[in-house]
Each structure stands twice: as C-alpha cells, then as structure tokens.
C-alpha cells in the first residue's frame, strides 16, 4: 500500500499526525521518510510465508509435492499393483490346459482283489491333453494382452488426476496463505487507522463514531481471519493425505510462485485430447478386447478336443504263465448341442457388451469435450478479469485510498467512505489471489482432461 506525500497538516491536528507517524515507525511494514514540509508512508507489500507448528519443517514447492505424490499415494500405487497383476495374465490365457495324468487298476476281481485272477485285471497308466479349438488360445490371449495394456493406460490416467489434485491443493493452500498475509495487512491498517482516528478526537478534530467503525471493522476481520485458518487446517489435511503423510503435518507454502498464463485454444485442445489423452487409449483397448470377446464367443460353437494315451500291465497268470500288456489312444470331443441355449447366447453377451464399450467411448468423448470447453471458457474469463484487477481495478483503488486519506488528514473526507474504499481495496487484493489461483487450477485441470500439461506462450 502506498501513501502519496502532502503537506505538513495544521498544527492543531499536529499530535494526532505525530501519533500516525509514531505508530508508523513500529510497523514493520511501513518505510516513513519526514522532509521539512512533507511526509511519506511506503506499506511493504506483505509476502509472509505460513506461518507453521514446526519452523523446522521445509517449504515445498508445487513440484516437489508432485514428486511426492507420484511416489508415496496410496491410490496410485493400487492401480500400479493392479495393473502389474494383470500383465501377468496372458501367458496364463495362452497356454495349454496342464495335461492329466491318470494311474488306475481296472476291471479288479472284488472277491479277492488278486491281480492275477483274471485275464481282465490290469494296472494302467495314461495322460491326456485337453485341446481347444484352433485359434481359441490365441484369443484368449489377446483378450488378456488388450485388457492388461487398458489396465496400464489406467494408471497413466489416474497419475493424472492424482497431479491435478495436488496442483490444485497446492494452489488452494497458497491462496490461503496470500489470503491470511493481506488480512494481517489489513489488521495493521485499521489498528493505525483507530489510532489516527482516536488523535483525532482527542484534538476535537473528529468523532468517537469513526474509532468505533474501525474497531468493528478489526474485529470483522479477526473473526475472517479465524476462518480462514480454520479452512487452511482442513487442506492442510487434506494435502497430506495425498502424500501420503500424516495429516497433521505442517505444509510450508513459498511466499512467491511462478505462474504461467498461456493462450488457451478450446478446440485444439480437443482434438489434442484424442490423441494424448490415456482415457481414451485404455477405452479403445477395451473396444478391441470386446471385439475379440466376440470372435471367442463364435468361436465356442466349435468343439474342443482331449487326446489321450494310457498303458496297462497285466500281471501273469496263477500259474506263472506271461500275459501280454495293452496301449491305447483315446480322442474325445465336446458336442455342443445345446448351441442355442449357450453358445449363442454368450455370442449376444459378447455383442452387447461390444455395444457398451463403443457407447463408454462415445461418452467419454463427449464429456471430455464438453469440460475442455467449458473450462476453457473459464480459464478465458479468469484470465481477462486477473489482468482487469492488476491493470486497472487495484491502481484505480489504491488511487482512490490516497486521495480519500489524503483528504481525510485535512478534514475534508468523511471516515466512512475512507474505511469503505479501504476496505473494498483489500477486498480487490483478495479478488487478485482469487483469480491467480484460479487461473492455475484451472490450467490443472485443463492438462488433466488434455493429457499433457500445458506450456507457456
């Protein structure tokens, strides 16, 4: 905040400007420069960090709680292990059903269980094979492949929600912290102001009504203040619930951020979506997984087959004479005769659930598209109300609390409008914050549903 120099006010109101001035000295933010006939007040611009339970704790940069995120979330790492689980699945789809092996004694006599009582009693030993239909494994197996790729696009995609959320918190509790430093500004402003207000009315010079607004006023923003830490202790929380920490855990914001405000093209930004976008991959994935589901289900009318070949030693006879052994082969095959009942079911099943996912995707297209542009347009409006504060609305303001105080120092303003105009400029200031802050959650969002994150200019 900035004071322009006037002359030196009369010498009736002297005690009171000596006590502004006195007062003025004690704040750390105001510089105060007295010449013979003027005065200057300079109030510093306030970049207080949060002020945290532990000192000790360091400050973390949007990009470090990225990187913290990224490597301690527990969400995502869920993902990760389901996606690592499934890659595991298609060699399993695309193997052969293990083998059988058999050992048996057949056709042994019950009245005395001898192995050589009968010419028909005999130990066998075998293995069989199950064998689909040709081409059937091979789908099996693409099926898995397609659904294991679609799982590792899905943990791209939560990677990208889990970077917007903690930009977007980050930013939030940055806001905060910019919020709580204008309202200690304005705290100072006012506790001066009753000051100046009280010298006043003790010369004669000026009303117990205007020490009595501004101390409503302070009180105001006390209890503002009080909310507001209350509202930055729960994203605290919430903050450190993404990095994994434990939510009492200090988050030390920087005072000062780097901020980017590119030019946003809706459309481009759409079409880009297409193509970069891992939603969209993982969809298309499950498409061509479903596809496929189809072909197996047709397939299925198909009959699969067992082979098999079995060994049986006979023992000799009571009387010591040889008995030859026997071998066998043996062929199986399922009769789907109830085709109509199963296999064609499963084929509808299987085409419905194609449909599903063409739809799944459409909509997803769709409402892709459509928060592009709606937040684009937001971004947009942000953005040109952000440039309205700093270029015009803040100077306006600030221009208006000098004129209005300058006139007040000679009596020639009334104190309301003064404590009007003051405090519509800090509530400008908080506007500004609001509409940076906005614009970068924004841009997070945007480089979500785009994904890819967004540059500069």
Same mark, same amino acid.
């Given at each position: 905040?900035?004071?322009?120099?006037?002359?030196?006010?009369?010498?009736?109101?002297?005690?009171?400007?000596?006590?502004?001035?006195?007062?003025?000295?004690?704040?750390?933010?105001?510089?105060?420069?007295?010449?013979?006939?003027?005065?200057?007040?300079?109030?510093?611009?306030?970049?207080?960090?949060?002020?945290?339970?532990?000192? #000790?704790?360091?400050?973390?940069?949007?990009?470090?709680?990225?990187?913290?995120?990224?490597?301690?979330?527990?969400?995502?790492?869920?993902?990760?292990?389901?996606?690592?689980?499934?890659?595991?699945?298609?060699?399993?789809?695309?193997?052969?059903?293990?083998?059988?092996?058999?050992?048996?004694?057949?056709?042994?006599?019950?009245?005395?269980?001898?192995?050589?009582?009968?010419?028909?009693?005999?130990?066998?030993?075998?293995?069989?094979?199950?064998?689909?239909?040709?081409?059937?494994?091979?789908?099996?197996?693409?099926?898995?492949?397609?659904?294991?790729?679609?799982?590792?696009?899905?943990?791209?995609?939560?990677?990208?929600?889990?970077?917007?959320?903690?930009?977007?918190?980050?930013?939030?509790?940055?806001?905060?912290?910019?919020?709580?430093?204008?309202?200690?500004?304005?705290?100072?402003?006012?506790?001066?102001?009753?000051?100046?207000?009280?010298?006043?009315?003790?010369?004669?010079?000026?009303?117990?009504?205007?020490?009595?607004?501004?101390?409503?006023?302070?009180?105001?923003?006390?209890?503002?203040?009080?909310?507001?830490?209350?509202?930055?202790?729960?994203?605290?929380?919430?903050?450190?619930?993404?990095?994994?920490?434990?939510?009492?855990?200090?988050?030390?914001?920087?005072?000062?951020?780097?901020?980017?405000?590119?030019?946003?093209?809706?459309?481009?930004?759409?079409?880009?979506?297409?193509?970069?976008?891992?939603?969209?991959?993982?969809?298309?994935?499950?498409?061509?997984?479903?596809?496929?589901?189809? #072909?197996?289900?047709?397939?299925?009318?198909?009959?699969?087959?067992?082979?098999?070949?079995?060994?049986?030693?006979?023992?000799?006879?009571?009387?010591?004479?040889?008995?030859?052994?026997?071998?066998?082969?043996?062929?199986?095959?399922?009769?789907?005769?109830?085709?109509?009942?199963?296999?064609?079911?499963?084929?509808?099943?299987?085409?419905?659930?194609?449909?599903?996912?063409?739809?799944?995707?459409?909509?997803?297209?769709?409402?892709?598209?459509?928060?592009?542009?709606?937040?684009?347009?937001?971004?947009?409006?942000?953005?040109?109300?952000?440039?309205?504060?700093?270029?015009?609305?803040?100077?306006?303001?600030?221009?208006?609390?000098?004129?209005?105080?300058?006139?007040?120092?000679?009596?020639?303003?009334?104190?309301?409008?003064?404590?009007?105009?003051?405090?519509?400029?800090?509530?400008?200031?908080?506007?500004?914050?609001?509409?940076?802050?906005?614009?970068?959650?924004?841009?997070?969002?945007?480089?979500?549903?785009?994904?890819?994150?967004?540059?500069?200019?």
């Amino acid at each position: 905040m900035f004071f322009n120099a006037y002359p030196w006010p009369p010498r009736r109101a002297y005690l009171a400007w000596a006590a502004v001035i006195g007062l003025a000295a004690l704040s750390p933010g105001l510089v105060v420069d007295i010449s013979t006939h003027t005065f200057h007040i300079d109030w510093a611009k306030a970049q207080a960090e949060t002020r945290p339970a532990n000192g #000790n704790e360091a400050i973390l940069t949007q990009d470090q709680a990225v990187g913290l995120a990224l490597v301690s979330n527990p969400g995502l790492s869920e993902i990760k292990a389901r996606a690592e689980a499934m890659a595991a699945v298609p060699s399993q789809e695309g193997a052969l059903p293990d083998p059988e092996l058999k050992v048996g004694a057949l056709y042994l006599p019950t009245n005395s269980f001898n192995l050589r009582q009968d010419d028909f009693t005999m130990m066998e030993v075998g293995i069989s094979q199950e064998i689909p239909f040709p081409g059937k494994l091979a789908l099996r197996e693409k099926i898995a492949e397609q659904e294991a790729l679609a799982a590792a696009d899905s943990v791209d995609e939560a990677r990208l929600r889990l970077v917007r959320d903690v930009k977007q918190g980050w930013w939030r509790l940055f806001y905060y912290d910019r919020a709580l430093s204008l309202l200690d500004e304005s705290e100072s402003f006012f506790r001066q102001l009753i000051a100046v207000a009280q010298a006043k009315y003790q010369v004669g010079n000026g009303s117990q009504q205007d020490v009595l607004l501004a101390q409503l006023e302070l009180s105001k923003l006390k209890d503002e203040k009080l909310n507001l830490i209350g509202m930055r202790d729960g994203q605290n929380a919430r903050f450190n619930a993404l990095l994994d920490r434990a939510a009492e855990t200090p988050v030390r914001i920087p005072a000062e951020a780097g901020f980017k405000l590119p030019i946003i093209d809706g459309s481009a930004l759409q079409d880009k979506a297409l193509h970069t976008r891992p939603l969209f991959a993982q969809h298309h994935k499950m498409l061509d997984a479903a596809l496929t589901k189809v #072909n197996l289900a047709k397939r299925d009318f198909y009959p699969d087959f067992t082979v098999g070949a079995f060994y049986d030693a006979r023992q000799n006879t009571p009387s010591g004479q040889s008995r030859s052994d026997f071998a066998s082969i043996q062929l199986s095959v399922n009769v789907p005769i109830y085709a109509d009942r199963k296999q064609a079911k499963a084929v509808d099943q299987r085409q419905g659930e194609l449909l599903q996912e063409q739809y799944a995707l459409q909509d997803e297209h769709r409402k892709v598209q459509a928060e592009i542009a709606a937040k684009s347009a937001e971004y947009r409006q942000t953005k040109d109300r952000l440039l309205l504060l700093e270029h015009e609305i803040l100077p306006q303001a600030q221009q208006t609390v000098d004129s209005l105080l300058a006139g007040y120092q000679v009596s020639q303003t009334d104190f309301t409008d003064l404590l009007r105009t003051q405090l519509s400029f800090f509530q400008y200031q908080s506007q500004y914050w609001q509409a940076l802050v906005s614009t970068q959650q924004l841009l997070a969002e945007l480089s979500a549903e785009v994904g890819e994150e967004l540059g500069h200019d």
